[in-house]
């Protein structure tokens, strides 16, 4: 069993912290700490390797996971192992394995019956759809976002964000117009213009390092520059790619090489936009994460994004923000974008993940004019909002957002310590709220820190090309810090 040593953690912070050092094991009845008992994989978690990959390409499989032992931040898995789960679910566990409140909400009848009759939502929703909607995802929409659209994942939301700002694009070329003329109506139905116009989608993509992630559906990986890898062998639209801002860190002593970078990466948009309007392809929307997450937690500034919103305002192109990773609190704020102060709402925010169920907001004008334009037979899942409002009650009975902030800085805390004892290994520690990431020196060295903080009890996540990220669920407290923070070092200390 691994035993827990005192971090040092400032008496600044050590206040917000007592507030709340205890609580969460009471809830959750978590272990005290991780259990490694086999080598991870272990023979069972082996075993059910091969037996799955018989059947289907698993290669991504990381652990056969024990979800009737998961519990809170602990990740059990097939061979009894118990890790702290600094990943969770690629970032989509809210409050952990089995939280009680969740586990309940499935104890009412009329709860079954909505897990039992899936409604054809766009077609029949049920009496209570309008009000559950203004409850539960209007109750924390963004500000100025009074449309509200809901999907089954992150990558149909972005998909329809961007159908959503192609109609209204469309809607404002035929200066209001909501009928199509006879030549629209036909050269659709051979994918040709008017009817299926020649328009663009920009997205970013990061210099020498990987780009944005906006899902692997056909639209939304057009605007996809991670890894080559999600792309190969499909056929794609030919839109704008603009560079992202590359910060150093920290970023207090390289205020100026930032401002740098942000300037030309609005540069290069404005350029973009220019060369796509030339080429025929005008550009209707930007999408951009507040973080760009798997490209490697890819930080930009307030100023980056606000300038960024004025250059879509007068281009007369949409700005969709892509909170499916950030949002939902773990930056702190319920968006992440609410730390930029932007001057008027974003056009649209797609969402998924910890929010489980995918959708994007909207400013009223993005409501398209015809039924039927942004539509499945599905369109999300009305049990995952009744998840959703027990999440965002917890959230704020057990005031997880200011959780958030207090863990989020002693773990930022101890992880400039470490990068400061282990310069060779570990640095550019970086992000918000309890949404952080430091770079290894080199991919190799990121190799062996995963392998040994896995060795050591602490399934962790990476992003990049050398960058580890943290994403705990909201319930990660200070105490679940210092355990991960004591195992880090570990895990430094052991690489020779
Ligand atoms: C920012 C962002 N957008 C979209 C997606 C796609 O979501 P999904 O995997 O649910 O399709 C992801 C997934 O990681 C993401 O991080």
Same mark, same amino acid.
């Given at each position: 069993? #691994?035993?827990?040593?005192?971090?040092?953690? /400032?008496?600044?912070?050590?206040?917000? #912290? !007592?507030?709340?050092?205890?609580?969460?094991?009471?809830?959750?009845?978590?272990?005290?700490?991780?259990?490694?008992?086999?080598?991870?994989?272990?023979?069972?978690?082996?075993?059910?390797?091969? =037996? &799955?990959?018989?059947?289907?390409?698993?290669?991504?499989?990381?652990?056969?996971?024990?979800?009737?032992?998961?519990?809170?931040?602990?990740?059990?898995?097939?061979?009894?192992?118990?890790?702290?789960?600094?990943?969770?679910?690629?970032?989509?566990?809210?409050?952990?394995?089995?939280?009680? %409140?969740?586990?309940?909400?499935?104890?009412?009848?009329?709860?079954?019956?909505?897990?039992?009759?899936?409604?054809?939502?766009?077609? #029949?929703?049920?009496?209570?759809?309008?009000?559950?909607?203004?409850?539960?995802?209007?109750?924390?929409?963004?500000?100025?976002?009074? !449309? @509200?659209?809901?999907?089954?994942?992150?990558?149909?939301?972005?998909?329809?964000?961007?159908?959503?700002?192609?109609?209204?694009?469309?809607?404002?070329?035929?200066?209001?117009?909501?009928?199509?003329?006879?030549?629209?109506?036909?050269?659709?139905?051979?994918?040709?213009?008017?009817?299926?116009?020649? &328009?663009?989608?920009?997205?970013?993509?990061?210099?020498?390092?990987?780009?944005?992630?906006?899902?692997?559906?056909?639209?939304? &990986?057009?605007?996809?520059?991670?890894?080559?890898?999600?792309?190969?062998?499909?056929?794609?639209?030919?839109?704008?790619?603009?560079?992202? /801002?590359?910060?150093?860190?920290? &970023?207090?002593?390289?205020?100026?090489?930032?401002?740098?970078?942000?300037?030309?990466?609005?540069?290069?948009?404005?350029?973009?936009?220019?060369?796509?309007?030339?080429?025929?392809?005008? @550009?209707?929307?930007?999408?951009?994460?507040?973080?760009?997450?798997?490209?490697?937690?890819?930080?930009?500034?307030?100023?980056?994004?606000?300038?960024?919103?004025?250059?879509?305002?007068?281009?007369?192109?949409?700005?969709?923000?892509? %909170?499916?990773?950030?949002?939902?609190?773990?930056?702190?704020?319920?968006?992440?974008? =609410?730390?930029?102060?932007?001057?008027?709402? /974003?056009?649209?925010?797609?969402?998924?993940?910890?929010?489980?169920?995918?959708?994007?907001?909207?400013?009223?004008? #993005?409501?398209?004019?015809?039924?039927?334009?942004?539509?499945?037979?599905?369109?999300?899942?009305?049990?995952?909002?009744?998840?959703?409002?027990?999440?965002?009650?917890?959230?704020?009975?057990?005031?997880?957002?200011?959780? @958030?902030?207090?863990?989020?800085? @002693?773990?930022?805390?101890?992880?400039?310590?470490?990068?400061? %004892?282990?310069?060779?290994?570990?640095?550019?520690?970086?992000?918000?709220?309890?949404?952080?990431?430091?770079?290894?020196?080199?991919?190799?060295?990121?190799?062996?820190?995963?392998?040994?903080?896995?060795?050591?009890?602490?399934?962790?996540?990476?992003?990049?090309?050398?960058?580890?990220?943290?994403?705990?669920?909201?319930?990660?407290? /200070?105490?679940?810090?210092?355990?991960?923070?004591?195992?880090?070092?570990?895990?430094?200390?052991?690489?020779?």
């Amino acid at each position: 069993m #691994f035993r827990v040593k005192k971090t040092k953690i /400032p008496t600044v912070i050590l206040k917000d #912290f !007592q507030k709340f050092a205890s609580g969460y094991t009471k809830v959750h009845k978590e272990p005290d700490g991780p259990c490694v008992k086999t080598e991870i994989p272990g023979p069972k978690s082996k075993a059910l390797f091969k =037996e &799955l990959s018989d059947i289907q390409q698993c290669g991504s499989v990381n652990l056969f996971t024990d979800y009737e032992k998961s519990v809170g931040n602990y990740i059990a898995d097939a061979d009894g192992n118990i890790l702290l789960d600094t990943y969770t679910q690629i970032s989509s566990l809210p409050l952990g394995y089995n939280h009680p %409140e969740l586990l309940n909400t499935f104890s009412n009848d009329s709860n079954i019956r909505a897990l039992v009759n899936r409604p054809a939502l766009g077609v #029949f929703p049920g009496i209570d759809w309008p009000q559950k909607l203004r409850d539960v995802l209007l109750s924390v929409a963004p500000k100025g976002c009074n !449309q @509200v659209m809901t999907m089954m994942c992150g990558a149909c939301s972005v998909e329809s964000a961007f159908k959503a700002a192609f109609i209204w694009y469309c809607t404002n070329k035929r200066g209001g117009k909501t009928t199509f003329s006879d030549e629209e109506l036909k050269s659709v139905m051979d994918n040709k213009a008017p009817g299926a116009p020649k &328009l663009a989608i920009m997205s970013f993509k990061a210099p020498l390092l990987q780009g944005a992630f906006h899902g692997r559906t056909f639209g939304a &990986l057009a605007t996809t520059r991670s890894k080559p890898i999600h792309k190969l062998d499909f056929p794609s639209f030919d839109w704008p790619c603009a560079i992202f /801002p590359h910060y150093k860190y920290p &970023l207090e002593e390289h205020k100026r090489e930032n401002e740098e970078q942000d300037k030309k990466s609005l540069a290069h948009v404005c350029e973009l936009f220019e060369k796509w309007e030339k080429k025929g392809i005008p @550009v209707a929307g930007v999408i951009v994460e507040p973080i760009q997450s798997e490209g490697g937690d890819n930080h930009a500034s307030p100023e980056f994004f606000q300038q960024l919103q004025a250059i879509c305002a007068s281009k007369c192109a949409a700005l969709i923000l892509d %909170e499916v990773q950030t949002g939902c609190g773990p930056t702190g704020k319920m968006w992440c974008h =609410e730390h930029f102060n932007l001057p008027s709402p /974003p056009d649209l925010v797609t969402f998924s993940k910890k929010m489980l169920t995918g959708g994007y907001y909207a400013r009223p004008e #993005f409501k398209p004019p015809q039924a039927y334009r942004i539509f499945n037979t599905w369109m999300g899942d009305p049990s995952k909002l009744i998840l959703l409002e027990q999440v965002l009650k917890v959230i704020k009975t057990e005031k997880l957002l200011d959780l @958030v902030q207090c863990t989020g800085k @002693v773990l930022k805390c101890g992880l400039h310590e470490l990068e400061c %004892e282990f310069p060779d290994k570990i640095n550019s520690v970086r992000g918000r709220g309890t949404f952080l990431a430091f770079d290894a020196t080199s991919p190799e060295m990121r190799d062996k820190i995963m392998g040994n903080l896995k060795k050591n009890g602490v399934l962790g996540g990476v992003c990049g090309t050398t960058s580890v990220r943290l994403r705990p669920a909201l319930t990660f407290a /200070p105490k679940h810090a210092e355990i991960f923070l004591d195992i880090l070092k570990k895990s430094l200390q052991q690489i020779k």
